[in-house]
């Protein structure tokens, strides 16, 4: 299994970025897909998942209402939308994926550094 994420950059405060994560070496249809952020110095945190078959969704309640995450059958990618974005979001992000569906991420991507200025 591979994961590749990208995406990150810059945004100021209020702005938007999408994340993607390109996803290859299996069929992820049984899957579940995470995206987790690490600020630096602290430890990497789960920020949403998706179940890739039936869609359900889970969010930090630090991100509700404003990150999105979805995914792409066709195109084998996992996303996630974020918008209004504040300073506290600036981390590197990772995307993940769990085999079993247990909450423990098998796979994880190379992540991408976002990073919002005030």
């Known amino acids: 299994v591979q994961l590749q994420a990208s995406g990150g950059g810059l945004a100021q405060a209020g702005g938007s970025l999408r994340l993607s994560c390109a996803a290859s070496g299996r069929t992820f249809s049984s899957y579940r897909m995470g995206w987790f952020r690490q600020a630096p110095g602290k430890e990497r945190k789960f920020v949403a998942s998706i179940n890739w078959a039936g869609g359900i969704t889970y969010y930090a309640d630090s991100v509700k209402g404003r990150f999105t995450i979805s995914r792409d059958s066709a195109k084998n990618t996992l996303y996630l939308q974020m918008n209004v974005l504040k300073p506290e979001d600036t981390a590197v992000y990772y995307c993940?994926?769990?085999?079993?569906?247990?909450?423990?991420?098998?796979?994880w991507g190379q992540g991408t550094l976002v990073t919002v200025s005030s």
């Open positions: 993940a994926a769990d085999r079993d569906m247990n909450w423990l991420f098998d796979y």
